[in-house]
């Protein structure tokens, strides 16, 4: 993981300006993409996910300010025009999105829809287009793909539908594919079938994931890497298998513990939500955004939001704690009893 | 195959060759139901007698004929009778399709091209744009059309072109709104952001994604349009600011049979119920349109 990373985040801030006042929806993001890499984003509604991953595209809402750094390779795509930002979005670094169902217009053949990006992006047309969309639809595993070439989206399941979708991601080879929240509309059996879909394009067509989602599941089977998000900041990012099972941030001790897990104690384990809800930030904090609903939070934690730290010297396991130790929730019953 | 319709020899219900048979009638469902085929039928008539009515008509239709003056339908040599010059209602009602369609369907093809457009890019582009032009259209909504064709009489000539422009600028704010509304209705769902994400520019996302979604509702609206705009210009014929008297118009011919009602009912029935019933065919013909449009079927 030393090799300059394909995608790079730096110092991402975004805010809005609001009837009610400033809103710090992104603050002191910086993520690293490496090829070939699954790297997930963890976090609750709202917590910045998606943002981040629109602004690497340049479609933040209107009314967003933007600012930080991000690099595709040694381009600075916050800095090149919108056309060149035009050739990249689709060819470059492609996106595929949660709700299948309004994510194909619903007035045109999904054939027509796949073939338009491969206009758009390599002057396919015609004959050419169309046996390219029928290669893509074979890769992407849809059955009937010569027939489906004149479906409508309604006449697809919500899983081919999204087969449909990542076959539009994929048609130009990008290198960078971000997945929001890609099978969080589907059924447990079609996720699987989309989750090994995407495993294996990754690695047949050598793309690095940016998967952005709330379901700890599908990260322990997507992901390399875990970037946790919580009310805009990074809070931990770690390798998949040393967060899943060391968590260093009482958030993702939280998140963990809210889950079922299965396994062990699946039966008696009791799950523990994290109680109030994630804040909406009007300014930069003065204490850990996570302090408000931390069971650990000390006088310390109320000072200023910790910047990311080592937890194990020598790894590659960050957190944003100031706490050195955690009681570990697995032997922990009750950890909201010691609060302070 | 003990159960219901199976006969002898009969394979059973659910054999491969009547699942075919059953896709197979699945698939040539027709698209159009009768009442659109009616209506396609009709409005096909009435676009063939506008196009080659004149060389079925018996009598120049402005040729007047006073030996013969409101004759009754019927009459020797006067299949539907002859108006208060004595001209032939039958010639006059061949000719009068042509200057009648063509004030409906040119009007509405004129309102569709500007309003069409103006519609989508307020919708999609929102802000100050969109609050612009639909603040013009909003007043050229509450402009009166006939106030409009008067002053647009008095600044251009041939009269069925300031029918035609004056019924065209009257519908530009009604299709403008119903594209607007369709636009804005589509323009945040996830394929235009799919789409933009795609690296598409905004004229191709309005052409290629925003316009087959806006089309469906301004086929509606233009095909319940023209016979609305096809009554705009009889009663512009009326007023004299559409088609000039000597020349056949339904509109005119209504408005003129008027003055004989208690003689010659029929002189107003014939021009009456031909905008009626080409009124209606347009209609039948525009639902027809609506349901092939609808991807997702009606039935």
């Known amino acids: 993981m030393n090799e300059t990373p394909l995608l790079r985040i730096e110092d991402l801030r975004i805010s809005f300006r609001t009837t009610r006042g400033p809103l710090l929806a992104v603050n002191q993001v910086s993520l690293a993409l490496h090829a070939n890499e699954v790297l997930a984003v963890v976090g609750e509604s709202g917590s910045g996910k998606t943002l981040t991953a629109l602004s690497v595209l340049g479609l933040e809402p209107p009314g967003a300010t933007v600012t930080g750094r991000i690099w595709l390779g040694d381009e600075e795509l916050r800095g090149v025009s919108p056309r060149r930002l035009r050739d990249i979005r689709g060819a470059s670094i492609a996106m595929i999105f949660q709700e299948p169902m309004t994510s194909l217009n619903p007035s045109l053949t999904v054939g027509r829809q796949v073939a338009e990006v491969l206009r758009r992006h390599q002057g396919l047309s015609g004959y050419d287009a169309k046996s390219r969309v029928l290669e893509l639809f074979d890769l992407v595993r849809l059955p009937d793909a010569e027939r489906h070439l004149r479906s409508y989206p309604h006449q697809l399941s919500g899983g081919m539908r999204q087969r449909v979708m990542i076959a539009m991601a994929v048609a130009c080879g990008p290198s960078v594919l971000i997945a929001d929240e890609p099978t969080t509309a589907l059924d447990p059996t079609i996720e699987a079938q989309i989750l090994s879909l995407l495993r294996d394009l990754r690695a047949s067509l050598g793309m690095a994931v940016l998967l952005i989602t709330h379901n700890l599941g599908v990260v322990s089977r997507m992901a390399d890497r875990v970037v946790v998000m919580y009310a805009g900041h990074v809070l931990e990012q770690a390798p998949t298998a040393g967060l899943l099972t060391s968590p260093a941030h009482p958030y993702t001790i939280g998140l963990l513990g809210a889950v079922p897990q299965p396994g062990s104690n699946a039966d008696t384990r009791r799950l523990t939500p994290i109680a109030g809800q994630v804040p909406l930030l009007r300014e930069e904090p003065t204490n850990c955004v996570f302090s408000p609903r931390c069971a650990y939070a000390e006088p310390r934690c109320l000072t200023a939001q910790p910047a990311l730290r080592q937890v194990t010297p020598g790894t590659a396991h960050q957190a944003a704690c100031v706490l050195d130790r955690i009681p570990d929730p697995a032997r922990e019953t009750a950890p909201r009893a010691q609060a302070t | ?299």
């Open chain 2, 1 to 299: 195959m003990t159960a219901g319709v199976a006969g002898p020899g009969v394979p059973a219900p659910v054999s491969a060759r009547n699942a075919a048979r059953i896709v197979r009638a699945a698939k040539v469902r027709p698209r159009f139901s009768a009442l659109a085929i009616a209506g396609t039928v009709g409005s096909l008539i009435v676009v063939l007698i506008a196009i080659f009515g004149p060389l079925a008509a018996p009598y120049d239709p402005n040729a007047t004929n006073f030996a013969t003056v409101l004759a009754p339908p019927g009459a020797p040599h006067h299949l539907l009778g002859t108006d208060q010059l004595g001209r032939d209602v039958l010639s006059r009602m061949l000719y009068g399709a042509r200057s009648t369609l063509a004030a409906g369907i040119l009007s509405t093809v004129l309102g569709t091209l500007v309003g069409l457009p103006y519609g989508m890019i307020a919708g999609y582009f929102r802000g100050p744009a969109d609050m612009l032009l639909m603040r013009v259209a909003d007043v050229l909504l509450a402009f009166p059309f006939l106030l409009l064709a008067v002053g647009l009489a008095t600044i251009s000539s041939p009269p069925l072109w300031t029918a035609v422009l004056a019924l065209g600028v009257a519908q530009v704010p009604v299709i403008a709104r119903i594209a607007r509304g369709a636009t804005l209705e589509v323009r945040d769902l996830e394929y235009v952001q799919a789409a933009l994400v795609n690296g598409e520019r905004d004229l191709t996302i309005l052409r290629r994604q925003i316009l087959p979604n806006v089309l469906r509702p301004v086929t509606v609206q233009t095909t319940v349009a023209i016979p609305t705009s096809i009554v705009g210009a009889a009663i512009l014929a009326f007023l004299g600011l559409g088609v000039q008297p000597p020349t056949a118009d339904w509109g005119g011919m209504l408005a003129q049979a008027q003055q004989y009602l208690n003689q010659s009912v029929w002189l107003g029935v014939f021009p009456g119920a031909a905008i009626f019933i080409t009124a209606l065919c347009f209609n039948l013909f525009g639902d027809g349109i609506t349901d092939a449009l609808n991807p997702r079927g009606r039935r």
